[in-house]
């Protein structure tokens, strides 16, 4: 079945450092792709996403590109901030009408100052 | 800020005793979805909803129903509830479903005794 898989944490990096966190997909079909973001004491948001191959999404200085050739969505920022720390999750989407997502299990980010 | 409000936000209760979880939205989103977040397990879908009185079943439901009456609310219950269902649970809504991108509640946090 569809599953993605994420770089387990927890991430701690100190403040302007760089960032990447791997996602990985098995997907039947077209999926359309996404991060979600989770700050503490608070639901998830959306971070960004793509929807087709090559697509390139783009968000408050994070980057992630749907990578089909490797099935890969990997979440990419230059300088972290404090403000970044929270729980990550990469999530996909195979379409229909139903908008169901399939989550990773999520990573844990820490930047500390 | 889409308006979902989740109640109670937490509760603590024994095993076998029936437990409802509240979401409600002020959007009027055609789209309702009821996760559980779970350490290495990230989100996982449990109920949704395409409509009033249409609900269909994720992959998790054993031991949870759900019900729609009217647009804005989204009922989650557990009939009798077990450890295993201590976790926390987050409503979702969106009017797009086909594109993937979900609002979440802020969480109700679950504890079985």
């Known amino acids: 079945g569809d599953s993605v898989t994420q770089m387990e944490g927890p991430v701690t990096l100190s403040e302007e450092a760089f960032l990447t966190i791997n996602c990985t997909y098995t997907?039947?079909?077209?999926?359309?792709l996404f991060w979600y973001v989770q700050y503490p004491g608070e639901g998830l948001q959306l971070l960004l996403k793509?929807?087709?191959?090559?697509d390139k999404g783009s968000n408050k200085g994070f980057e992630a590109t749907y990578r089909k050739e490797t099935t890969s969505f990997h979440l990419e920022k230059g300088s972290v901030q404090v403000s970044d720390s929270a729980v990550y999750f990469c999530?996909?989407?195979?379409?229909?009408?139903?908008?169901?997502?399939?989550f990773g299990k999520g990573t844990k980010l820490s930047v500390k100052p | 800020d889409a308006g979902i409000t989740q109640s109670p936000r937490h509760k603590v209760t024994e095993t076998g005793t029936p437990v409802t979880l509240r979401c409600h939205q002020t959007?009027?989103?055609?789209?309702m979805y009821w996760y559980r977040q779970d350490p290495g397990h990230g989100l996982r879908l449990i109920h949704y909803?395409?409509?009033?009185?249409?609900?269909d079943k994720g992959e998790v439901s054993d031991g949870y129903s759900v019900s729609r009456s009217k647009t804005e609310d989204f009922l989650l219950t557990l009939e009798s509830a077990t450890s295993s269902q201590t976790s926390v649970y987050f409503c979702?809504?969106?009017?797009?479903?086909?594109?993937?991108?979900?609002?979440f509640g802020e969480g109700s946090r679950l504890t079985v005794l």
């Open positions: 999530a996909l989407s195979v379409g229909g009408s139903q908008g169901n997502l399939i």
């Open positions: 997907a039947t079909g077209y999926p359309s």
């Open positions: 793509a929807t087709k191959a090559d």
């Open positions: 959007e009027n989103h055609r789209y």
């Open positions: 909803s395409y409509g009033v009185k249409d609900t």
């Open positions: 979702a809504i969106t009017d797009r479903a086909y594109t993937g991108e979900l609002f």
